[in-house]
């Protein structure tokens, strides 16, 4: 059976993810408050942002602003694709 929680984004509940997707306390908020569809729309989401704005992930920079991005999608007002990005 999978694993429920009470999606913030969504504002209902729905499957969970089997495990923090992330270290820290950020992963275990986003284990506990997000499901693994907003999970899913975040990954694609994080992907334009790298490939758009050319990020290396293994950057420090780079990383905190994917941190940055991701607080914003998962938990506040949203995050903005680049201004350059047209959807297909």
Not at 34 to 39: G, H, L, T
Request: one cysteine or more; proline letters at 8%; a negative charge.
């Amino acid at each position: 059976m999978a694993r429920m929680v009470n999606c913030i984004k969504l504002g209902k509940e729905a499957e969970g993810l089997p495990v923090p997707p992330y270290p820290g306390e950020i992963g275990k908020r986003i284990w506990k408050e997000i499901s693994k569809e907003v999970w899913g729309n975040w990954m694609q989401h994080q992907t334009i942002l790298i490939n758009e704005y050319r990020l290396s992930p293994i950057e420090p920079k780079a990383r905190k602003f994917l941190e940055e991005e991701m607080d914003k999608f998962l938990f506040g007002e949203g995050s903005e694709a680049p201004n350059e990005f047209v959807k297909q």
